[in-house]
Every structure is written in structure tokens, then in C-alpha cells.
T-cell receptor
Framework: NAGVTQTPKFRILKIGQSMTLQCTQD?????MYWYRQDPGMGLKLIYY???????DKGEVPNGYNVSRSTTEDFPLRLELAAPSQTSVYFC????????????FGEGSRLTVL | DAKTTQPNSMESNEEEPVHLPCNHS???????IHWYRQLPSQGPEYVIH???SNVNNRMASLAIAEDRKSSTLILHRATLRDAAVYYC????????????FGPGTSLSVIP
């Protein structure tokens, strides 16, 4: 099993550009999450999903969109990139929300100039 | 709204036990206690979780107070590789689906 795979690992965007961060998991997990982590700070929840077709906002959803058309994939779209979105983005998944281990991808480092 | 309180930082000597505290005074009976850690330049990784009883695994032990208002993550013998940020998180019945991280405790291990 590959676990949680994120692409790209690094990306530089210009202000106003758009892009999609890809996240795929092969563990058949229903629950998937997107976090951002600014330098020296903790993780902030952007969006999460409890299953295909169901998504919900987290702590910091503004400027982002998500979709969940399949169990495996949970892409995060940035529209009109801003310097404030410079961050490391982590995707995660889990099977059981109560006692289940959260599995993280390796992260995607995004810089907006 | 992490609902937990942890010290910002702690230090430990290598090969000594480490006790990382977490206060969660508003915990309810169905809330699970989870611990994760994040090594430098890596994503977080699961450490351990529990509900009421103390728990042990290959990485650590989790000691839960009788009133469940606090818990302690125990690393039995700190190594340099254990230097990380440790997050204590509540999985609350009112919001099992969400996982909100607080600032955590930054653990330094001194050789």
C-alpha cells in the first residue's frame, strides 16, 4: 500500500494563479482531510470529507475548494492564489473517526509570489 | 477550539523517561484522547490513543487520569529521534469527524 500520496511536492505560483493539490489514498478510508501549516505554526484544518460526495468546511476554508467524487481522491483547489496561502499542505485520511489512526501524506510546499 | 492545554515546550535528557502532560478539563465521557507527533520537516504521525484505561504500544504509553481531565504521554527512554512537536487531541462525540490540532508541545532531547 502506498498510503496517502500528495502531488506536487513543491510548487511556486504567481499571485492570482489557480492550481489543484492532488491527494490519493489506497486504504479505502472514508474520512479525508486537508490541513495547512504555516512556518513555525501548528496545523489548521481547511476542509474535510466523510465520504464520496460529502465535504465540509474546517477552520480556514476561505480561498479553497474541494471535491470528493471517489473514495480514493480528495483534491484541494486554490483559486486566485494569494501570498497568504504560502504554506505546507498536508492531506490525511482515516478509517474510524473515533479511535482510528490518522494517516498523513508527505506534504506539498506551496509558495505564492 | 482544540479543547486541550499543553506546555509550549519541554526538554529531556537522552535515554531518560519523558512525561508530556495534557489538560482536557471539559472532556466528556465519550471523547477519545489522541496523541500525534510531528518530526521536523515531516507530516504528523500517530502515536497512541485511549478512552478511559491506560494504553501501551511500541512507541509510548498513555496514562489517563481517573477523572479523565488530564492525560500524560510517556516516552520510556527518550532518543534524539523523539525530538518533535507532540499534539494532544480530543476526538469529541459532538464532532468526531473533525480533527483539530492545537499548538502542541515542542520536545527537545539533549544528548
Amino acid at each position: 500500500n502506498a498510503g496517502v500520496t500528495q502531488t506536487p511536492k513543491f510548487r511556486i505560483l504567481k499571485i492570482g494563479q489557480s492550481m489543484t493539490l492532488q491527494c490519493t489514498q489506497d486504504m479505502n478510508h472514508n474520512y479525508m482531510y486537508w490541513y495547512r501549516q504555516d512556518p513555525g505554526m501548528g496545523l489548521k484544518l481547511i476542509y474535510y470529507s466523510v465520504g464520496a460526495g460529502i465535504t465540509d468546511k474546517g477552520e480556514v476554508p476561505n480561498g479553497y475548494n474541494v471535491s470528493r467524487s471517489t473514495t480514493e481522491d480528495f483534491p484541494l483547489r486554490l483559486e486566485l492564489a494569494a501570498p497568504s496561502q504560502t504554506s505546507v499542505y498536508f492531506c490525511a485520511s482515516r478509517f474510524d473517526p473515533r479511535g482510528g489512526e490518522l494517516f498523513f501524506g508527505e506534504g506539498s510546499r506551496l509558495t505564492v509570489l | 477550539d482544540a479543547k486541550t492545554t499543553q506546555p509550549n515546550s519541554m526538554e529531556s535528557n537522552e535515554e531518560e523517561p519523558v512525561h508530556l502532560p495534557c489538560n482536557h478539563s471539559t472532556i466528556s465521557g465519550t471523547d477519545y484522547i489522541h496523541w500525534y507527533r510531528q518530526l521536523p520537516s515531516q507530516g504528523p504521525e500517530y502515536v497512541i490513543h485511549g478512552l478511559t484505561s491506560n494504553v501501551n504500544n511500541r512507541m509510548a504509553s498513555l496514562a489517563i487520569a481517573e477523572d479523565r481531565k488530564s492525560s500524560t504521554l510517556i516516552l520510556h527512554r527518550a532518543t534524539l529521534r523523539d525530538a518533535a512537536v507532540y499534539y494532544c487531541i480530543l476526538a469529541m462525540k459532538t464532532s468526531y469527524d473533525k480533527v483539530i490540532f492545537g499548538p502542541g508541545t515542542s520536545l527537545s532531547v539533549i544528548p
